[in-house]
């Protein structure tokens, strides 16, 4: 079997790394994937994730038997739509149904009419009317830039500078248009699903650090690192999230005509009133996938395969332990990083996924975006796995990047 995976980040190293422990795999491929994924002997493919007629042509020529989307943008580009014309077998949503992640307002929208518990909220399209209910509604409040924003598009202002200064921001785009959400206070975790015509298979949650810096301090990042499964939330709450959360909404999207097919990402919030839903991604989170995917034993592209068949995929998860995943990234991310840092050498019996990064004429690593790789390590208890990535990480020369201290550390008790 010839699997294609679409992106060039860790998630998509982590998806590589995965398919290729199955014993059907003969070849994965990833487009446009990067320099640090060759150390797996990954087949790196130069074409970008938005050029969905070369990344077709590439797929009939190699005999693809498997593609996997891993980034918004190819999906929000109608990657699946047009590989689903040419009977090309890929795992991902089509356009319309990925506007569940592409429009923050549709999301909403979908949750208000099937009952999915969520934050109340508006939408505005200019900034005066947006202004005007900040001022009605105060602080703390959430802003949301309304299409994709990589993780980042998000303020939650505690103060009515930043909320103003949030919404200028995004209404100096032409095309601005925000959603104003009340702010919700909890334990925040991320649920992933693997859906397909209605059907639902649930993955362990996972827990991720959205701040750049220690004590969740600094601006919202595309995620500094997770760990997983979360021991301190009990079944119950994600049986509440699936029955109140996932169910309605994969059925509400079948109702509007919509079925979702991929990954079905749930980011949630434990409050007082119980499981609320903070947003909807249509593929897998980064760096949630690398704390993850470790944790399953069965053979995912065989999953996958049976799950298009409509077919009950076998799906084994490790249910001892946890896994803990730290992300490195340049410094001034995620403002403005600063690329060209010489990566260390990190041992081989490390377990590492690279994100930014390319080769310099000397065959070295160097940092060429925001988040450059993350370590991760399985234990058998947070504090201990904590405590042992640490240590290894700490002895790295990660001159001109940096990373946070306390991953995992409200797990521990």
């Not at 929000?76 to 991902?92: H, R, W």
């Not at 990589?150 to 103003?164: E, Y």
């Not at 995004?170 to 859906?195: M, R």
């Amino acid at each position: 079997m010839k699997i294609l995976v679409i992106g060039s980040g860790g998630r998509e190293h982590a998806l590589a790394k995965k398919f290729m422990e199955s014993p059907q795999v003969e070849k994965v491929f990833v487009a446009p994937g990067n320099s640090g994924m060759k150390k797996d002997g990954i087949q790196i493919v130069g074409i970008s994730e938005l050029s969905n007629d070369e990344l077709v042509e590439f797929a009939q020529k190699e005999n693809i038997d498997l593609s996997f989307v891993g980034p918004e943008t190819a999906l929000m580009n109608g990657l699946v739509d047009a590989f689903e014309e040419k009977n090309l077998t890929i795992f991902g949503p089509r356009k319309k149904a990925a506007e569940l992640e592409g429009s923050k307002d549709f999301a909403k929208s979908i949750m208000k009419k099937y009952g999915v518990p969520t934050a109340d909220y508006a939408t505005f399209d200019s900034l005066e009317p947006a202004l005007s209910h900040l001022k009605q509604h105060g602080v703390p409040i959430v802003i949301k830039a309304d299409g994709l924003a990589a993780g980042k598009g998000v303020t939650v202002a505690f103060d009515i500078a930043s909320a103003q200064a949030a919404l200028a921001d995004i209404f100096s785009e032409s095309q601005g248009k925000v959603v104003i959400e009340e702010f919700l206070d909890g334990e925040e975790f991320s649920l992933f699903s693997f859906v397909h015509q209605g059907k639902i298979y649930p993955m362990p949650i996972a827990q991720d650090h959205k701040r750049a810096f220690d004590g969740d301090k600094g601006p919202n990042t595309g995620g500094m690192g997770a760990y997983s499964p979360v021991p301190h939330l009990p079944k119950e709450v994600i049986n509440e999230a699936l029955e109140k959360v996932v169910k309605p909404t994969v059925a509400g999207l079948i109702n509007e005509g919509n079925s979702f097919t991929g990954v079905l990402y749930a980011g949630l919030i434990l409050t007082t009133d119980g499981v609320k839903t903070i947003e909807f991604n249509a593929r897998f989170g980064d760096p949630e996938t690398q704390v993850v995917l470790p944790r399953l034993k069965s053979d995912l592209a065989q999953a996958i395969i049976d799950i298009l068949a409509g077919d009950v995929p076998t799906l084994e998860w490790l249910e001892t332990g946890v896994t803990l995943g730290v992300v490195v990234a340049s410094e001034g991310y995620p403002a403005q990083a600063k690329t060209g840092s010489i990566l260390p050498d990190i041992p081989k019996e490390l377990n590492v996924y690279y994100a930014g990064v390319i080769e310099n004429e000397a065959n070295q690593l160097v940092s060429s975006g925001g988040r450059v790789y993350l370590l991760s390590e399985s234990g058998k208890d947070i504090e201990s796995t904590q405590k042992s990535l640490y240590d290894k990480l700490d002895k790295l020369d990660n001159q001109g990047l940096f990373y946070r201290h306390d991953i995992g550390s409200k797990a521990v008790k």
